[in-house]
């Protein structure tokens, strides 16, 4: 078991910066961030194995940057140029296999959830 807490939501008007932080008991092999808006499917944001290879949505590349620190296991997401569709709640999650690093392969710990707020 790998219990996640994800911190680091908040509120701010578009164009502004959040940094997410998710504290892992110990890194695995691959960790990711998802979003679920009201309404809608939870859904991936970016994901990053262990060599520090990182794959992103199309709509937040340019603008968000996945990251760890292997030494403190903690995963970031820094969030810039925010836009009010950013809104969501916001999950760290990580996967147990040693195959495999996308949205669509299943995770199997998930942190509680950070909202994200972005107003206009």
């Known amino acids: 078991h790998v219990p996640l807490v994800d911190s680091g939501g908040g509120s701010v008007q578009a164009g502004g910066s959040l940094r997410l932080s998710c504290a892992a008991s110990?890194?695995?092999?691959?960790m990711g961030w998802f979003r679920q808006a009201p309404g809608t499917a939870r859904g991936g944001v970016a994901v990053?194995?262990?060599?520090?290879?990182?794959n992103y949505a199309d709509s937040v590349k340019g603008r968000f940057t996945i990251s760890k620190d292997n030494a403190k296991n903690t995963l970031y997401l820094q969030m810039n140029s925010l836009k009010p569709e950013d809104t969501a709640l916001y999950y760290c999650?990580?996967?147990?296999?040693?195959?495999?690093?996308?949205?669509?392969?299943?995770?199997?710990?998930w942190g509680q959830g950070t909202q994200v707020t972005v107003s206009s």
């Open positions: 999650a990580a996967r147990l296999s040693l195959f495999g690093c996308s949205f669509t392969d299943p995770f199997a710990i």
């Open positions: 990053i194995e262990w060599d520090g290879t990182t």
């Open positions: 110990r890194y695995t092999y691959c």
